[in-house]
C-alpha cells in the first residue's frame, strides 16, 4: 500500500532528521507510524516546516511546506500538493485534522485528481464549533481588552475568536467535500453529520504517546492535596476557571497546591504577555493564591508523566474538547480525574465510576469534586484503577492500529 499523510505538525522523527536534535519521540502520531512502518507499508509525508525534503529509509520519505496564519487559505498549497500526488500516486490520502488552511487546499487537489474516495479526513478539533465556546467564563471586558503585545500583534482574545471562526469556514468547506473522515466520539460524530451528511464515517480512536503506557498512580508516592491541569494557554482549556475553583479548594484544604505547564503570568514581561496572561496574574492575585500555583514552563512528555503522577488529582476544566489527549493519558496513570462535561469526555470517562464530570460553566462543581478525592483518600485509587482499565481499551495501540489499516483497507 502507498500511503501520504498530510499533518499538522512535524512528527518526531521527521524533526530529528531535519535537524539532528532530540530522540524523535514525543507526539501522539509518532506511535501511530512506528506501527505503519513497522508493516512495511510506503508512507510519504507532508507536514508544515521550511520546505525541507528527505526520507527516514527507503519506505518513507517526507517533504515540508511553508504555511502563514492557519485561518489565511494559500491557493499555491494546491499546486504543490497536486505536485506532490502525481508524484507519488498514493492509494490513500489521509489527512490529520481540519483546523488548518492546508486541509482545504488538499482535499480540492484530490478532488480534482479523482481521490477523494481514496481520501480520508481525521477529526481532532473542529474549529467552527471551538469558536463559540473560545472565551465561555472570561468577562468581556478581558475578551476586547488589548496588551501591549495583543495591540502590537493585533491579536487579543475577541480577535482570537475571529480567527478561530474564519479557520471553521475553511474547515467546513473542506468537510463539505470529503466523502470519508475519521472520528472517536458522538460529539465529532454530530458535528460532521451537521457539515456533510452525506460523508461515511469511520470510527477508530486514538494512539496516545508511548510513555504514558507505563507507571501507575499510586496515593502513597503523590503529593497530598496537588492538583494538576495539563494547559493554561488560551481561554478554551479553561484554567480561569480551575482558578476560580481553586480558591474554594483552599477554603477547606489550606495546604492545597495547582500546577500546570506555561509561563507565570505574573513573571511575563509587560510587553510581552497576552491580556489572557494579565487577567490570570489578576485572578491569582485578587483570589489569594499567589504562591499557591506553580507554572513549570515547557514539558517534555517524560515530565508531564512524572507531574501526572505527582498530582492528587488531575483536573480538566476546558471549555470544548473532542477527546482530550491529557484525560487520557491521566487514565492511562490511573490518576483520580475531574473533567467537564464537554465534547466527547463523556465518551472516555464513565460518571462516578471512573472519575467525576461536572458543567464546564460551574466552577463550585469542580472544586466540589476536587475536595471530594482528597476526602476519598487512598481509595480514589480504585477510581483510578477503572480509569486505567477503560483507557487501556480506549487507547490500545494494536487494537488502533488495526483498525486505522482495515479503513485504509476499506479505501481501496
Known amino acids: 500500500m502507498r500511503l501520504m499523510w498530510l499533518c499538522n505538525m512535524m512528527p518526531g522523527e521527521v524533526r530529528q532528521r531535519i535537524t539532528g536534535k532530540g530522540s524523535g519521540g514525543g507526539l501522539w502520531v509518532d506511535q501511530v507510524l512506528s506501527g505503519l512502518r513497522g508493516l512495511g507499508l510506503t508512507v510519504r509525508i507532508l507536514c508544515p516546516g521550511d520546505g525541507a525534503r528527505g526520507s527516514l529509509d527507503d519506505k518513507c520519505g517526507f517533504a515540508t511546506f511553508r504555511e502563514g496564519l492557519p485561518y489565511v487559505y494559500l491557493p499555491e498549497l494546491e499546486k504543490a500538493f497536486s505536485q506532490e500526488l502525481e508524484a507519488f500516486r498514493p492509494d490513500v490520502l489521509h489527512i490529520w ?39 465561555e467564563g472570561v468577562p468581556f471586558r478581558v475578551q476586547r481588552g488589548w496588551t501591549f503585545r495583543d495591540l502590537a500583534r493585533r491579536d487579543n482574545i475577541l480577535r482570537q475568536q475571529q480567527a478561530f471562526a474564519r479557520r471553521g469556514r475553511l474547515e467546513a468547506a473542506a468537510l463539505e467535500k470529503t466523502r470519508h473522515v475519521i472520528g472517536r466520539t ?19 480512536n486514538e494512539t496516545l504517546r508511548e510513555p504514558f503506557y507505563e507507571g501507575q498512580w499510586d496515593y502513597g508516592r503523590c503529593r497530598k492535596h ?49 491580556n489572557y496572561q494579565k487577567y490570570l496574574a489578576g485572578q491569582i492575585r485578587d ?33 470544548i474538547e473532542n477527546s482530550p489527549n491529557s484525560l487520557g493519558e491521566a487514565m492511562l496513570l490511573g490518576v483520580p480525574c475531574v473533567a ?19 458543567p464546564s460553566t460551574a466552577p463550585y462543581m469542580l472544586a466540589y469534586y476536587l475536595k471530594t478525592v482528597f476526602a476519598m483518600g487512598g481509595l480514589a485509587g480504585q477510581m483510578g484503577l477503572a480509569a486505567r482499565a477503560h483507557a487501556g481499551k480506549t487507547h490500545d495501540p494494536d487494537k488502533n492500529l488495526k483498525n486505522l489499516t482495515d479503513i485504509y483497507a476499506s479505501l481501496i
Not at 192 to 201: C, F, L, N, T
Not at 287 to 315: D, I, T, W
Open 97 to 135: 485534522g481540519t483546523e488548518y488552511g492546508h486541509t482545504l487546499a488538499m482535499v480540492r487537489s484530490a478532488e480534482a485528481m479523482g481521490l477523494l474516495d481514496r481520501t480520508v479526513v481525521s477529526i481532532q478539533g473542529l474549529c467552527s464549533v471551538y469558536a463559540r465556546h473560545y472565551a
Open 287 to 319: 483570589l489569594g493564591l499567589e504562591g499557591r500555583v506553580s507554572f513549570l514552563g515547557s514539558l517534555s512528555a517524560e515530565q508531564m508523566k512524572a507531574a501526572f503522577l505527582e498530582a492528587n488529582a488531575f483536573a480538566l476544566p476546558s471549555t
Open 186 to 204: 458522538d460529539w465529532d460524530r454530530a458535528c460532521v453529520e451537521r457539515i456533510s451528511p452525506k460523508a461515511r464515517y469511520h470510527f477508530c
Open 340 to 358: 467537564a462535561d464537554v465534547g466527547g469526555v463523556a465518551d472516555l470517562l464513565v460518571r462516578g465510576k471512573e472519575g467525576f464530570v461536572y
Open 226 to 274: 496537588r492538583i494538576f491541569a495539563s494547559s493554561c494557554t488560551y481561554p478554551v482549556k479553561g484554567f480561569h476557571y480551575l482558578l476560580e475553583a481553586f480558591a474554594e479548594v483552599v477554603k477547606d484544604y489550606p495546604d492545597a497546591t495547582l500546577a500546570v505547564p506555561g509561563k507565570d503570568p505574573a513573571q511575563a514581561g509587560r510587553l510581552r504577555r497576552t
